[in-house]
T-cell receptor, first 113, second 110 residues
Framework: SQTIHQWPATLVQPVGSPLSLECTVE??????LYWYRQAAGRGLQLLFY??????ISSEVPQNLSASRPQDRQFILSSKKLLLSDSGFYLC????????????FGEGSWLTVV | RKEVEQDPGPFNVPEGATVAFNCTYS??????FFWYRQDCRKEPKLLMS???SGNEDGRFTAQLNRASQYISLLIRDSKLSDSATYLC???????????FGAGTRLFVKA
């Protein structure tokens, strides 16, 4: 099965500061990669997904962006954080089309102050 | 109508009880269904896939009703360790997206 490494695990950032969350995947090639956000007490919101290097699909317009510089590396960024960006960010991976199991990294807790 | 809907709960049950969760989905073409478990402040983890004929894994039974577009999860003989949020997951056919329900919270009490 796939293993997803995600970091940092926890961060506290001031409003207006930049953000970079990174994840790498082991145990598979050419995975589909996803960034989800989960606000406190809420469900998972799909932010971005990628089916290949350099290919990014955005689900929700916002001040976040994603990049996939390598096959098994996925990065979530922001130039200026907002208070509403606080939440639990999860990198995920799957193989093939959408019917396959999704595996998650351990997540990153972001608090914007 | 939301793509995937779950009763948020919480469900408060005593140890040993049987509890069932339902989840409805809107896309009749969806083919793959899963239940995930999420512990507090942790990532979701796959609990079980849901097959057309229904499937069982120990105390857990998952069923699919295509005609009514819902899936269910039955937990028998609840344990304290079953306390968690259970997420219903449905694929969007023809692409790469999977939709997660908002989750049903379960508290099992001694």
């Amino acid at each position: 099965s796939q293993t997803i490494h995600q970091w940092p695990a926890t961060l506290v950032q001031p409003v207006g500061s930049p953000l970079s969350l990174e994840c790498t995947v082991e145990g598979t090639s050419n995975p589909n990669l996803y960034w989800y956000r989960q606000a406190a007490g809420r469900g998972l919101q799909l932010l971005f997904y990628s089916v290949g290097i350099g290919q990014i699909s955005s689900e929700v317009p916002q001040n976040l962006s994603a990049s996939r510089p390598q096959d098994r590396q996925f990065i979530l960024s922001s130039k200026k954080l907002l208070l509403s960006d606080s939440g639990f960010y999860l990198c995920a991976s799957s193989e093939g089309y959408s019917g396959n199991t999704i595996y998650f990294g351990e997540g990153s807790w972001l608090t914007v102050v | 109508r939301k793509e995937v809907e779950q009763d948020p709960g919480p469900f408060n049950v005593p140890e040993g009880a049987t509890v069932a969760f339902n989840c409805t989905y809107s896309n009749s073409a969806s083919q793959s269904f899963f239940w995930y478990r999420q512990d507090c402040r942790k990532e979701p983890k796959l609990l079980m896939s849901v097959y057309s004929s229904g499937n069982e894994d120990g105390r857990f039974t998952a069923q699919l009703n295509r005609a009514s577009q819902y899936i269910s999860l039955l937990i028998r003989d609840s344990k304290l360790s079953d306390s968690a949020t259970y997420l219903c997951v449905v694929n969007i056919p023809g692409g790469f997206k999977t939709i997660f329900g908002a989750g049903t919270r379960l508290f099992v009490k001694a």
